[in-house]
């Protein structure tokens, strides 16, 4: 079975913190990405990676970063945490883009908090 | 602009009763892919069914069966004989060649099964 893992169901964090989401898929996936997910505003898409060192924005990538030095793992990086990121964060994989594609693979999801 | 409605944001039945979910999207592209996924409350995403635009059959898988229609543009999922553990969140989806098929998610409909 497909795994994609995050390193944290709960964190909370203080205003102005820097915080690491981690993300490790088990399946050789080369597409990655990282949602947030808000009530009433369903799934947004913050990231995406195709391979390696590679990054695409999504349609909120404002107060955030990415960072992809291995295959399996994609991290979502909040350089100062503010309190309007304080949602739930997925992660989720899929092998590669073809016109067919679609099917992701997602993580159990990152609650953060941020006081 | 938002380009999948998901109209209804709760739907609540009584087990065994039937209960379609409403997708209403939105696009330009004449290629382009629509997805159901659940989320049950373990909050993992699970895929449930792609259909592309050229293919309008319905399609039943079990208890679950969706309707297609380009005409209306709509791609409705409904459940026969809806069980407890049928209860998530249900999120339709849109991937258009001209976004390079990334995903775009409605906001999700709560469904509860009360036993």
């Known amino acids: 079975d497909v795994k994609v893992t995050q390193s944290s169901r709960y964190l909370v964090k203080r205003t102005g913190e820097k915080v690491f989401l981690e993300c490790v898929q088990d399946m050789d996936h080369e597409n990655m990405f990282w949602y947030r997910q808000d009530p009433g505003l369903g799934l947004r898409l913050i990231y995406f990676s195709y391979d390696v060192k590679m990054k695409e924005k999504g349609d909120i990538p404002e107060g955030y970063s990415v960072s992809r030095e291995k295959k399996e793992r994609f991290s979502l990086i909040l350089e100062s945490a503010s309190t309007n990121q304080t949602s739930m964060y997925l992660c989720?994989?899929?092998?590669?883009?073809?016109?067919?594609?679609?099917?992701?693979?997602f993580g159990e999801g990152s609650r953060l908090t941020v006081l | 602009a938002q380009k999948v409605t998901q109209a209804q944001t709760e739907i609540s039945v009584v087990e065994k009763e039937d209960v379609t979910l409403d997708c209403v999207y939105e696009t330009r592209d004449t290629t382009y892919y629509l997805f159901w996924y659940k989320q049950p409350p373990s909050g993992e995403l699970v895929f449930l069914i792609r259909r592309n635009s050229f293919d309008e059959q319905n399609e039943i898988s079990g208890r679950y069966s969706w309707n297609f229609q380009k005409s209306t543009s709509s791609f409705n999922f409904t459940i026969t004989a809806s069980q407890v553990v049928d209860s998530a969140v249900y999120f339709c989806?849109?991937?258009?060649?001209?976004?390079?098929?990334?995903?775009?998610f409605g906001k999700g409909t709560l469904l509860t099964v009360n036993p």
């Open positions: 989806a849109l991937s258009e060649s001209g976004s390079n098929y990334k995903l775009t």
């Open positions: 989720a994989s899929e092998t590669a883009r073809t016109a067919s594609d679609g099917e992701l693979f």
